[in-house]
């Protein structure tokens, strides 16, 4: 599905501090309740020649009015329609926890040649049973309490009773996405896949970050990053530094940083 100039404005916000066209792009899913500015801070350790685009789910943010999804593969053939317009110039993809699925379903979705490499942190393999417990249709205040023993969003923002009033049935609608996802067996992707893994998830099992291997038939790395849950909000600037590393050298003069 082809999406015009405008509806990809609807999907995608860009950040780019260079001049000229952007000769790479980092393309980014948030996490389940995540919104447009999750990976904002990302720009200040980013490459200026890199464009860094955010993916913007509809039903909050700027797409208030908008219906919430439910269906993860509905909603990653939409997000598909509007960045496969991005694969001019060598992109990546990272996605974090629910974004990890999601961006793995984009993926799936686009032209063999499209994408340099795929990041998924903080999630397991897509083929593994869900085995967490179902949030999604916790009480309020439990499901408050979840969120917090998570981490990732901002004390502030929880003891905001009218903020929350917002933003739960995002939330909610986010996780029951990931509660009812079921694999749909296919080929591999034949694009080079880095799984992460926080030290301290208490969420999410080494083993089960490292599965992903099944879904590349080229190359694949698995890597453990200090941090919890939401180590790429802890230390954006390694995490920047191992994606950047992927960016072909010949085409985007690659910072590293030092994980």
């Not at 694999?183 to 893994?197: D, K, N, S």
Request: a neutral charge; glycine letters at 8%; hydrophobic letters at 45%.
């Amino acid at each position: 599905m082809l999406i015009g100039r405008r509806d990809r404005r609807t999907w995608l916000v860009s950040r780019y501090a260079g001049e000229g066209e952007p000769q790479s792009r980092l393309v980014c899913f948030p996490h389940a309740g995540g919104g447009m500015n999750s990976f904002q801070a990302w720009r200040a350790s980013l490459s200026a020649a890199c464009e860094l685009v955010t993916i913007k789910y509809p039903g909050r943010d700027t797409r208030w009015s908008e219906p919430l999804p439910h269906s993860l593969p509905a909603l990653a053939g939409m997000i598909a329609g509007a960045v496969v317009a991005l694969l001019d110039r060598p992109t990546v993809f990272y996605g974090h926890s629910m974004g990890a699925l999601l961006a793995f379903e984009v993926a799936r979705r686009l032209p063999r040649q499209g994408l340099a490499h795929l990041f998924v942190a903080a999630h397991p393999a897509p083929h593994l049973p869900y085995r967490g417990e179902a949030v999604s249709d916790l009480p309020a205040a439990e499901l408050v309490e979840r969120l917090r023993a998570m981490g990732g969003t901002p004390d502030a923002v929880l003891a905001d009773a009218e903020l929350l009033e917002l933003l739960l049935p995002a939330i909610r609608a986010d996780f029951a996405m990931c509660e009812r996802y079921r694999f749909e067996p296919g080929p591999p992707l034949t694009v080079p896949i880095t799984a992460l893994g926080g030290d301290r998830d208490a969420h999410v099992a080494p083993g089960e970050v490292a599965a992903w291997r099944e879904h590349t038939s080229v190359r694949f790395a698995h890597h453990r990053i200090a941090g919890g849950h939401f180590f790429s909000y802890e230390d954006c600037e390694a995490i920047v530094g191992n994606v950047e590393a992927e960016l072909p050298s010949l085409v985007v003069p690659i910072r590293r940083v030092a994980p």
